[in-house]
Every structure is written in C-alpha cells, then in structure tokens.
Nanobody, 122 residues
Framework: QVQLVESGGGLVQAGGSLRLSCAASGRTFTSYGMGWFRQAPGKEREFVAASRWSSTYYGDSVKGRFTISRDNAKNTMYLQMNSLKPEDTAVYYC?????????????????WGQGTQVTVSS
C-alpha cells in the first residue's frame, strides 16, 4: 500500500513557475513507476509526465516546459512547471504504478493522491 500526498499548487500568473511535490509513504518508492496527471473542469484526466528508473515521459502539451524528477532518499517526486499558461489550470494528481505497463495510461496506476489545484491567470 502506498499513500501519496501532493503539495505546491496555487495561483500564478501566465509565464510564471510552480513546483509540485508528491510525498509517498512506504519503503519501496524506488521500484514504483510514478506519474503526474491533471484534470480541468469538464475534461478527462490527462497525462502530464511519468518517471521510472532513468526513463521519463511527457505529454505533448507540456514538453519543454515541465520537468519531472524524483528524490528517492526522500520518497518524493516533483514536477517543475515553467512558462505556465492559462490552459495548464487544473487539479494535478500524482500516481504510483507497480507494473508500469503503459506509463501514459491512467489504468496503469494503482495508487493516487488527492490532488492539488493549480490556477494560471492570464
């Protein structure tokens, strides 16, 4: 069992930056595939980024602006978000996967956090 807690969301102007954190419980953090998803009002939950071992993946809409990273010693994953746009406004969720079959699919992930709100004003 893994518990995930996101933090770092907030209100930022377009062009600004935020760093989200996802703190994970458990002693096997390094073995999990980890991902970030987001969900805007009225829209489906969308893949943002994922990481396991040395592999990283990004959604097309965030490539070149967002960076996923992990500090395994702290059981924490991060999402550095730069050059934010109003369309990045959403609730951001972190997720953990045991099997890691398809990093960009929601169904891959076994555990989810409660989410943190990111609002980008124009």
């Amino acid at each position: 069992q893994v518990q995930l807690v996101e933090s770092g969301g907030g209100l930022v102007q377009a062009g600004g930056s935020l760093r989200l954190s996802c703190a994970a419980s458990g002693r096997t953090f390094t073995s999990y595939g980890m991902g970030w998803f987001r969900q805007a009002p009225g829209k489906e939950r969308e893949f943002v980024a994922a990481s396991r071992w040395s592999s990283t993946y990004y959604g097309d809409s965030v490539k070149g602006r967002f960076t996923i990273s992990r500090d395994n010693a702290k059981n924490t994953m991060y999402l550095q978000m730069n050059s934010l746009k109003p369309e990045d406004t959403a609730v951001y969720y972190c997720a953990a996967s045991v099997a890691w079959l398809a990093p960009i699919r929601r169904s891959t992930y076994d555990y989810w956090g409660q989410g943190t709100q990111v609002t980008v004003s124009s």
